[in-house]
């Protein structure tokens, strides 16, 4: 109790008016992704858990194309539009597919095109919010306030499903994406408000009314150069192995059980709703002390071991139950403590790595990891292995995975993090 006044007192200390205007621009975004993502999930295991990979093929060669687009963006339009620029333009799109599902909620075309959307959605309305965190926290900020900010998200994602449950009986799954575009579009009020903030130069915070400038392909030079932004990228691809297994299995066991688009919605909005319930306990109470107390590194050390044992469990009762238990538990750990201390990483960085390389890490990396990964889940199915043997496999990359955390932590602590 002690240690949460304490943090409490030291958060109040870093403007509340930022960190009031930050949780309900994050909550709002979080709130309109979780109305679409039991819908998008829905629909994709109506097309057939065979399908996840091709649509996750399709996922990574729309981000090859987009992310040049967005680098050119991102150097010319200053940051003061570029948020609101791209929610706009997201939030316009979905409701287009309401628009579509008006017509026919169960057309496999529109499905599938859904999918794609709603991820390169999520991924870069996320890339781009934490982007902007980076840009307006210090790093000493940064550890205090992300788990808080973060829980903005999770608070977003159990109103978001409670929506989606809200809007379906009555309005279907059309009213669901009306509702999730609007919610997108009031993500524009908090940013207006934030980028009025003035702060002075000295605090070292970037200048939001120039755009961060240089070369559209320089998000993929500074990758190559930087171990650290290459570890950064290796955590990303081999957690997104972890998780398209665990996303796949779970896939097929929900096309099995409900044969409705609309029930397997519901299905995926209720693991929505355990998933954010437990991650907002987990960033109100454990992230901003663990990062204060024992830093960015040995937590996200240790948020990778804890992952390792949800699949020991798995190799010892490899069912349904554990299944979805694990699959709990992992987005838990992802979005309670993995990602909040991931986008740490990024505020002892320049603008242009904070935007460019993260929005490509975020984005074409991890989408591509997800494709290969489809594809390798495939492969291994194909030749016989087990739930068990799988789980097996897994255990063995959180092993590599908490290696690599350590040594990324390492060089944020050389450049002058905690």
Not at 169 to 175: D, M
Not at 212 to 228: D, M, N, P, Q, T
Not at 304 to 319: D, E, K, M, R
Not at 347 to 376: C, F, H, M, Q
């Amino acid at each position: 109790m002690i240690e949460q006044d304490t943090l409490l007192r030291e958060t109040r200390s870093v403007d509340f008016r930022r960190l009031a205007l930050s949780f309900s621009y994050f909550a709002l975004l979080l709130a309109s992704y979780y109305m679409v993502r039991p819908l998008r999930d829905a629909l994709a295991a109506g097309s057939g858990a065979a399908t996840i990979k091709y649509l996750s093929s399709m996922v990574f060669f729309v981000m090859l194309a987009v992310v040049p687009i967005f680098g050119a963006f991102v150097s010319r339009v200053s940051r003061v539009w570029l948020l609101p620029l791209t929610y706009g333009f997201f939030s316009l799109h979905l409701a287009l597919f309401g628009t579509v599902f008006l017509t026919d909620p169960d057309a496999l075309w529109a499905g599938r095109a859904f999918y794609v959307w709603t991820t390169v959605f999520n991924l870069f309305v996320v890339s781009v919010f934490w982007s902007f965190m980076a840009d307006i926290w210090r790093e000493e900020e940064g550890r205090r306030v992300f788990g808080v900010i973060a829980a903005g998200g999770s608070f977003g994602g159990l109103c978001g499903p409670l929506l989606t449950h809200a809007l379906l009986p009555n309005y279907g799954i059309a009213g669901v994406a009306f509702g999730a575009a609007a919610l997108l579009s009031l993500t524009i009020v908090p940013i207006t408000l934030l980028v009025r903030e003035r702060r002075p130069a000295s605090d070292g915070i970037g200048i939001l009314s120039e755009p961060v400038g240089g070369e559209i392909f320089a998000g993929i030079k500074r990758l190559v150069r930087s171990r650290y932004l290459l570890g950064i990228a290796a955590m990303t691809v081999f957690g997104s192995l972890l998780g398209m297994i665990v996303y796949i299995e779970l896939a097929r066991f929900a096309s099995t059980v409900y044969a409705t688009s609309t029930a397997r919605t519901a299905f995926f909005a209720t693991r929505d709703l355990w998933v954010n319930g437990l991650s907002l306990f987990v960033q109100l109470t454990v992230v901003g002390l663990l990062t204060r107390h024992y830093g960015v590194r040995s937590t996200l050390t240790a948020s990778v071991l804890a992952s390792s044992l949800a699949f020991i469990a798995l190799t010892v009762a490899p069912v349904i139950g554990v299944l979805v238990f694990i699959n709990v538990g992992l987005r838990v750990l992802e979005f309670g403590v993995g990602k909040p201390s991931r986008d740490m990483l990024y505020t002892v960085l320049d603008p242009e790595a904070k935007y460019k390389t993260k929005n490509l890490i975020d984005t074409v990396i991890y989408r591509g990891s997800d494709a290969t990964s489809g594809w390798i889940h495939d492969g291994l199915k194909a030749l016989g292995a087990t739930l068990s043997q799988l789980a097996v496999l897994c255990v063995a990359i959180t092993a590599a995975v908490a290696v690599i955390a350590y040594r990324v932590g390492s060089g944020y602590r050389a450049r002058g993090g905690h």
